[in-house]
């Protein structure tokens, strides 16, 4: 098994990802490179400017970034928030922006990937989001599950998140 060097924290479009910032901090606490990579529609939500100024982690948002020049370093690569568009993306093996090809890369080369979904309750009960979820399961990613507060569905909370990380990062290390 390869040890893990870094963290690919990607980010997808989704009103979730304004927990982005607090789920830094807890990352860049684990002592491993942070690499945060965002999707067109997440710099809707978040603006990568303050992302900038945040302590241990470096923003990556081009293919010529140093962090993966000549081959990147093995890793876990953590999807938060992973949205419908993006979890079908990720199943269907679609690597067409920086963020989903380094997911796709993660998975072909068998490192551990943990999707986190935040969609709203008739977009997670879709068939193909169903069936997507399923997919990447059966691939061996680690899929954490939504649960309601009232009449949301919310993503898994940054503790749910980090247990997890922690979890995986001892196994493979």
Sequence with gaps: MTDLKAIYLVVSGSSSARCIPDLLKTLTELGLPVYTLLTDSAHLIISPYNLADQQGHQLVSSYFNPALLNGREPGLTLVVPATFNTI????????????????????????????????????????????????LREWGLIVLDSHHEGDLLMMATIEEIMTVVKATLEKRN
């Design 88 to 135: 079908n993306k990720m199943s269907q093996g679609i690597a067409d922006t920086l963020p989903h090809s380094l997911v796709a890369e993660a998975i072909g080369a068998g490192w551990p990937v943990i999707v986190v979904p935040a969609m709203n309750e008739y977009l997670a009960n879709h068939p193909q989001a169903i069936k997507s979820i399923k997919t």
